[in-house]
């Protein structure tokens, strides 16, 4: 399989910006220069992006900042291995700590999960995992039912099974993040855990199929496509989290929620990204 790929030259003011911009439009994977001058951003080619898609995003900047780019093709490999041998552990607060298999344990933090990430987003370094993981932190998921939408490295299905979730179901629609969401459910020794990871999009959710609490961190037009999917899998007076927004986006989404009874009932905002908890009640 190949893959679309977008070198992007521009201020390091505006990486992630364009990083938000290009996921809006399909763009999944994200790796920015070690010396600040831009990104590189792929995406399957099945997602069928237009050059003129790209082209109209970046005239949109031409007033604010100066920016060049070059679109390509590349077969699949694990282009960010280089980043991964350099991947520096996050501290969500004071309360996880989220590190790659070959950094040493740290007492300090009550919970750590390990992750070895393969092109796949949700190593808890973007503004919205961080959100995701101290929103759930907070949360009573013992013997609960999670559904982890568009799972990435699995950061998010691991933190709720180490936080007591009975079963804990994921998917993504790319190959390698079911890969890499299976091998780091082993790393965190909970591979044994009732759950299922598969590859699919929200329609290939098992219609039987009910949860407690249900997290999606993709981008706000994919949710607001997927909202009304997801929310027919939410128990009564259970619960959704979402991010992958900016805060300026956040009613357009809460909008898109209130049609299906899901009620805000927490909220966070990091470096102008947002997160919300919204509850199932009807």
Not at 5 to 12: D, G, I, K, R, W
Not at 142 to 165: E, M, N, Q, Y
């Amino acid at each position: 399989m190949s893959y679309i790929s977008l070198e992007v030259n521009c201020q390091e003011d505006f990486i992630e910006i364009f990083t938000a911009e290009l996921a809006e439009i399909g763009f999944s994977t994200f790796q920015e220069k070690e010396d600040g001058t831009g990104l590189f951003a792929y995406s399957e080619e099945n997602q069928m992006i237009e050059p003129s898609q790209i082209e109209e995003l970046f005239q949109q900047y031409e007033s604010l900042t100066s920016v060049t780019y070059e679109l390509g093709s590349v077969e699949k490999e694990n282009w960010n291995a280089d980043w991964e041998k350099n991947y520096q552990p996050i501290e969500v607060e004071d309360k996880i700590l989220v590190r790659a298999d070959f950094h040493p344990p740290n007492p300090k933090f009550p919970i750590e999960i390990v992750v070895t990430p393969k092109m796949s987003f949700g190593t808890g370094h973007h503004e919205t995992t961080y959100q995701m993981l101290n929103l759930m932190h907070d949360m009573d998921l013992k013997d609960a039912d999670v559904l982890d939408a568009g799972c990435g490295t699995g950061i998010l299905a691991i933190l709720a099974a180490i936080k007591g979730a009975k079963k804990v179901d994921a998917y993504d629609i790319d190959e390698w993040a079911v890969e890499n969401t299976n091998e780091n459910f082993s790393l965190n020794s909970i591979d044994n855990l009732i759950h299922k990871v598969w590859l699919g999009e929200v329609q290939t959710i098992p219609q039987e199929s009910l949860y407690d609490l249900i997290l999606a961190n993709i981008n706000k037009n994919i949710l607001l496509a997927d909202i009304q999917y997801l929310q027919k899998h939410i128990k009564k007076d259970g619960f959704l989290m979402l991010s992958g927004f900016y805060e300026n986006d956040v009613q357009d989404i809460l909008n898109e929620c209130e049609k299906y009874s899901l009620n805000l009932v927490n909220q966070s905002v990091r470096n102008q990204w947002s997160a919300i908890l919204l509850k199932n009640n009807k």
